[in-house]
């Protein structure tokens, strides 16, 4: 916004519109008359009243001079994060202490859904943990199950190891000590034999026990063979045992490790499950976490120290306890007062001379004592038209200005109680400081037009010497040059003032 005091208007109504054209007729009047006084000043005889001042030797200072307004360096506005019913809301024009609450909203709802929430965890943990233990209690037989096919199989791989080794010393022993023995029962059986057939002969033996007595023998015979036979094969692994308990290897092995494919199911299974339930149970703890942001975000603490400024809605109504808001509305702003600054508008042709850190000098409205230090802290990159924030009336009659004009904002080194929100100031920003110049009025300098700058120097008799000179800087009213000595005298005309 412009910071010139004639640049402040306000909406005009039907009676100041009336007032208004007549005072642009009376203004359009004055101008006339001042036309023609100035036209017969002009043609008045001139006077050579011509008058000398001696050139300076001190601190040029160039300072930008602006008008501008007091605001807070810093203005924390409060948004709302959620949808909600007013509770509390802090009182306009009061002040807030940093961390103070400023404003609640109805937390209830919020509670409410999460209680509900909550429940709702704890019902699925608990099916989660009574699946677990089930799950479990099957893995555990399951893996039991392993343990007893694992022995199972050694047993039958034991054993089919015995049968490929071949007999050991003591079934050779053994296998040879049924032969001999066989062998000696056989001999004492046909001993018998022949001695009841002897008798049997002399009528002192029936014939029944004679046959029984050669089937006796006959049937010793049949075991002395198979000892024998069995003695003999004792050496050769059979290749049907072999096969027979290879089998029941195999089928031991098919068993044990079904048994493991089922516990590495069941495991698998187990994972999954637990997998599932630790992402929903993430999922459950980042929506309960939600929701106890939510029932955070129903209480406002002021970020600062500072005063409260309540906003209205869309209506004009002010916000009140009981209405309802909703999310990203501004209702507070707190401007903190701790910390003040200035803004300013400068125009396109001297902005660029403007920089960041730029030290400067601001007075208030109505402040005769010193004036107040500050420093630039802020430029706008955007330039915008000087009667831009008029007011439509306003710039139906005004029209655009034509010119851009860009924010400037100066912070305050110093905090009074006279730099009040919306107070007007001067502001003199320093643009250059030459210590030790060579100082003369801005009037007593004459540009040529092929750049050049004379200054008229008083020579002897009442002569004027032209000399030529450097002008380093110039103000509004003085230059600092080179090419004159302090204490030399300069012609200036009666036009000329000296400040």
Not at 127 to 153: G, H, M, P, T
Not at 278 to 285: A, F, I, L
Not at 342 to 353: A, K, P, Q, T, W
Request: glycine content about 6%.
């Amino acid at each position: 916004m412009s910071t010139r005091p004639d640049d402040v208007f306000r909406p005009v109504s039907p009676l100041r519109s009336i007032v208004g054209a007549i005072l642009k007729v009376a203004l359009l009047a004055a101008l006339v008359a001042a036309g023609w006084y100035g036209y017969s000043e002009n043609n008045k005889p001139k006077l050579d009243t011509a008058t000398t001042i001696a050139a300076e030797r001190r601190t040029f200072i160039h300072a930008l001079h602006r008008t501008g307004v007091i605001l807070p360096l810093n203005e924390e506005r409060i948004y709302t994060k959620l949808a909600g019913t007013i509770l509390e809301i802090a009182a306009e024009g009061s002040m807030a202490e940093k961390d103070q609450i400023v404003l609640r909203l109805d937390p209830r709802p919020h509670e409410d859904i999460k209680a509900e929430y909550e429940e709702t965890m704890g019902e699925n943990a608990a099916a989660y943990k009574s699946l677990r233990e089930a799950s479990l209690k099957i893995l555990n037989l399951a893996r039991e199950d392993v343990k007893s096919y694992e022995l199972r199989l050694k047993l039958e791989q034991l054993r089919l190891e015995e049968i490929k080794k071949g007999p050991t010393p003591a079934d050779e022993v053994n296998a040879q000590m049924n032969l001999e023995n066989n062998q000696v029962l056989l001999v004492a059986k046909n001993e018998e034999l022949a001695a009841i057939d002897g008798l049997a002969k002399l009528g002192y033996a029936s014939v029944e026990e004679l046959r029984q007595k050669q089937a006796e023998s006959v049937e010793q015979h049949f075991k002395v063979l198979q000892m024998d036979i069995a003695h003999r094969k004792l050496n050769i692994i059979d290749p049907v045992k072999v096969a027979d308990q290879s089998l029941k290897v195999s089928e031991a092995t098919k068993t044990r490790n079904a048994a493991k494919e089922k516990v590495e199911l069941l495991e698998r299974n187990m994972k999954a499950v637990d997998e599932r339930f630790n992402v929903k149970r993430q999922r459950e703890e980042e929506a309960l976490a939600e929701l106890n942001a939510n029932i955070s975000k129903t209480t406002y603490r002021a970020p600062c120290s500072g005063l409260i400024v309540p906003r209205k809605t869309s209506h004009g109504f002010r916000f009140a306890p009981g209405r309802e808001v909703y999310d990203g509305m501004e209702l507070l702003t707190i401007p903190d007062l701790s910390k003040m600054k200035v803004r300013l508008s400068v125009d396109e042709g001297h902005v660029s001379r403007i920089s960041k850190s730029m030290k400067t000098q601001v007075t208030p409205a109505g402040w005769t004592g010193k004036p107040f230090e500050g420093i630039v802290v802020k430029i706008s990159e955007q330039g915008r038209d000087e009667f831009e924030q008029f007011q439509d009336d306003t710039t139906a009659i005004s029209g655009t200005a034509n010119r851009k004009v860009f924010d400037v904002e100066v912070e305050l080194n110093d905090h009074s109680p006279i730099l009040r929100l919306g107070l007007r100031c001067d502001i003199d920003i320093v643009l250059n400081q030459i210590p030790n110049a060579t100082v003369v009025p801005r009037a007593a300098l004459v540009k040529q037009k092929d750049g050049d700058v004379i200054a008229p120097m008083a020579g002897p008799n009442g002569t004027t010497i032209k000399r030529k000179i450097t002008l380093k800087d110039e103000s509004e009213l003085w230059a600092a040059i080179e090419g004159i000595e302090p204490g030399e005298r300069l012609t200036l005309s009666e036009n000329a003032t000296n400040p």
